[in-house]
């Protein structure tokens, strides 16, 4: 099974940029739906953005042409650089990955198992 690490969380002013990273061991990254997501306090947990087996790319509206998920093979880690950043993206974020057996009700959580511990951000205005 995989295993994730986020980092590259930090607080940054409205219209900064952070790169989170989500670094996997275990198993190759490739072979799964790898998503992030976030869940703000009171608020559920939101998907931002999927990647599916290294390939397509799904982004949530709130964040899509801000938020570009990339990949690197070779360090087995994925991406996820946020530019513009708005207050609203304030939130913990976690990196998550399914098995590519599951069927996904995205941008439900649902299907994804294996989890890191996650990175905050916070925006301030």
């Known amino acids: 099974q995989v295993q994730l690490v986020e980092s590259g969380g930090g607080s940054v002013q409205s219209g900064g940029s952070l790169r989170l990273s989500c670094a996997a061991s275990g198993d190759t990254y490739s072979k799964y739906y790898i998503g992030w997501f976030r869940q703000a306090p009171g608020k559920e947990r939101e998907g931002v953005v999927r990647i599916d087996r290294g390939a397509t790319r799904i982004y949530a509206d709130s964040v899509r042409g801000r938020f570009t998920i990339s990949q690197d093979n070779g360090r087995n880690t994925l991406y996820l650089q946020m530019n513009s950043l708005k207050p609203e993206d304030t939130a913990m974020y976690y990196c998550?990955?399914?098995?590519?057996?599951?069927?996904?009700?995205?941008?439900?959580?649902?299907?994804?198992?294996?989890w890191g511990q996650g990175t905050q951000v916070t925006v301030s205005s």
């Open positions: 998550a990955a399914a098995p590519s057996s599951v069927v996904l009700r995205w941008p439900s959580s649902a299907g994804f198992v294996y």
